[in-house]
Each structure stands twice: as structure tokens, then as C-alpha cells.
């Protein structure tokens, strides 16, 4: 079907199916809509690489709202010693990201980006057929019991984690909850509804940022959080009903399909590159 504007009314059905669709992937794996709002919107729609951010990211309020929601009163729970400061890290993160990526080599973060969810999908995966990778979180018990190196610490993490969702473009989930699990060690279903609750005010100042200087169709992006919401409650559901070796195996695949594709967005970028 043909590419739309962003302002066809004819439209409204196909940005809510995107809305629904992403909003199941969203409620999974705990964020990470992005990743399916983003080429959706580019596909779907004339609106420019900016725009396609900016609507994602308003979407994204109404996804991490109802998605935390369902994780908190489905019988899951939120790890807010851990959540909060990386909450906050997140939110200052979302206005860096811009910075960092007009200042860092686009190939790098790239690069990173795949090792990340390499490391990822490698422990899940082992995890749900083997011994675990790591039996234990990356950092000693002993520091995870002291509040003045967690805070600091998970505040940090947070402020990369909202920086690279913001230079990238993607979901901060697939960051944030391998953060949560490999270096905190919390439990997954846990860093799923903690990464949603997390992103809660990281995508309200994002918005308004976009709304204000016209990156963003505030049209299209509550159709998006709107059309989510129905989708993350589902997802998180699904996530909650699921072992955590089942759900690991889940967010690892999820992660290894994030990483060919940017593998092959990559080498097609050196491609062209080699070509000009």
C-alpha cells in the first residue's frame, strides 16, 4: 500500500494496529516499542526521520503508564530501589541523547549497541537451555546491599540507558532490563515492569521537547499510546504467565533479531559508503 501523511484521517486504522501491535512487544519485554513504531511509522507514513521519533516517543507515555500499571497489580512487582534513581538518570539521558549522537560516530554506538544485545541474547539464551551464564549479578553483593553505591551507580546507568534510547532511537528496554539483570541482578519479570515505570518521565519530557520545536504528530502519537495501551496489557500479562527461563528466551531472541538487524543496517551503511 502506499506511504501516507501524517494527517490522512483514512489512516487512523493502520497507526492503530501499529499502536496495538507495538504495544504487545512493549509489554513483554518490558519497552523496546520503538523498535516496531519506528520503521512502522517510516514505512507507513511521509513523515520525516525526526517526526517518526518524536510520535514514537509520545506514544510511549500511555505504553509505559498502562504497562507498569499491569505489571504492578498483575502479581508482578517493581524494584524501585534500583528503578527510581535510574528513572531519574533516564529522564536527564533522553535530553543528552541528541548530544551524544551529533558528537559520537554513528558506527560506534552502533558497534556497542550490537555487542550489548549479543551479550544479551547469549545469556538468556544459554539461561533457558543450560547452566546461566551468571549465576549472580556483575556486582558484589556487598555493594548492592550499600545505598551509596547504588544510587550513584544505578543513577549512571540510567543516564546511558536514556542517553543511547535517545541517540538510537530504539526502546530503552532492550537496555534497560539487561542493565537491571546483569548488573543488579533482578529478576527479570521484575526489570520488565521496572524498565516501563522507568520510562514513564523520560518519555514526558521527551514529548514536550518534540511537541514544542515540531519533531513530533501529537495526532498520531496518542492514536499510538492510545491503540498501546490495550497491547502492553496483554504483553505484560503474557510476560507474567510466562516461567523466566520461557521469558528470557523471549527477550533474548527478541535481542539477537534487534542485533542482525542493525548488523545488516550496519554493513549496508559501509556499503553505500564504499560505493559514494
Known sequence: MGRVTDEEVGSTGRIAAIGVAGGVVGGLI??????????????????????????????????????????????????????????VGATFGGALGPWLLARTHETVLRVLLIAILLLTAAKFGIDAFGPPLFTHALVPPALLADPWFVVPTTLVVGLVVGAWS??????????????????????????AGTSLLMFIPNSVVGTVVHVRQGTASARWGWVLG????????VGALLGLALHTEVLGLVFGTFALLMAVREIVALARRRSRAGVG
Open 30 to 87: 518490558g519497552g523496546g516499542a520503538g523498535v516496531l513504531f519506528v520503521p512502522a511509522l517510516d514505512r507507513f507514513t511521509s513523515m520525516t526521520r525526526a517526526r517518526v521519533h518524536g510520535t514514537s516517543t509520545v506514544a510511549q507515555i500511555g505504553l509505559c503508564v498502562a504497562g507498569a500499571a499491569t505489571y504492578a497489580i498483575g502479581g508482578g512487582a517493581l524494584d524501585l530501589a534500583v528503578g527510581t534513581p535510574m528513572a
Open 226 to 233: 492510545l491503540t498501546s495501551a490495550p497491547g502492553v496489557i
Open 166 to 191: 535517545g541517540a538510537m532511537g530504539l526502546g530503552g528496554g532492550l537496555l534497560a532490563v539487561p542493565a537491571m539483570v546483569l548488573l543488579f541482578g533482578v529478576e527479570l519479570h521484575v526489570a
